[in-house]
């Protein structure tokens, strides 16, 4: 199978929130928002992976569905620990980023997958 740059970069994305959530739990102490980001986190990446064998284009698209909204909810609890000051503005800023950016490549797959539907399977 051949590698996505979603799948790249959503896998990417979760070694960084592990690395994130390393970090919380170790020296910040923070263990409740710390595991709700790690889980909602890698669930993008899962998801995404999962997609690649589905059973169906609306299974596939189903399951980009779910990983953009964990996508949105991923930054909803970055922005969080940003503003309660367990991490850093420049290191939330830049998750937050690179989350965007899966958030945007995800609905641009929906959006192309979608389009590609034979009108019976919409």
Request: with cysteine.
């Amino acid at each position: 199978m051949k590698d996505s740059i979603l799948k790249s970069k959503s896998k990417s994305f979760a070694l960084r929130i592990i690395k994130m959530y390393n970090y919380l739990c170790d020296e910040r102490k923070e263990y409740v928002m710390s595991k709700q980001v790690l889980r909602s986190g890698t669930s993008i990446g899962a998801n995404i992976a999962e997609a690649f064998y589905a059973q169906s284009e609306a299974d596939f698209i189903a399951k980009l569905y779910i990983s953009r909204k964990e996508a949105g909810e991923t930054i909803y609890w970055i922005e969080l620990l940003k503003e309660s000051s367990y991490f850093g503005c420049d290191e939330a800023d830049s998750m937050i980023k690179d989350c965007d950016e899966l958030l945007k490549i995800l609905t641009s797959s929906i959006k192309t997958m979608k389009s590609k539907q034979s009108p019976r399977n919409s």
